[in-house]
């Protein structure tokens, strides 16, 4: 295996243990987007500035689609999963 295979499949492995990590990705670049093109009618506003309210927005919403994934990863193992163990052992 390349080292290139080894990094895709990392990818995918992070991506289907945490699906908030595609959905980061996307709005960051979302995010990103949407802020260059409206960079045409910022008015008055410095370059700077736009720059920085950019680069906060698209990290704020990386952040979030973060703690959203790690809450989503704690509800599925500490509460869905005990549930299921508890279940099983009735079961027996």
Not at 12 to 24: D, Q, R, S, W, Y
């Amino acid at each position: 295996m390349s080292v290139y295979e080894d990094n895709e499949s990392k990818l995918l492995k992070k991506a289907k243990e945490n699906p908030f990590v595609p959905v980061g990705i996307a709005g960051f670049f979302a995010i990103v987007g949407y802020r260059l093109m409206k960079m045409k009618s910022r008015g008055d506003t410095k370059m700077s500035v736009h720059l920085i309210h950019m680069r906060v927005a698209a990290q704020g919403f990386v952040v979030g689609a973060m703690t959203v994934g790690v809450i989503y990863k704690m509800y599925q193992d500490y509460v869905v999963k005990p549930r299921e163990q508890q279940k099983a052992i009735e079961k027996k």
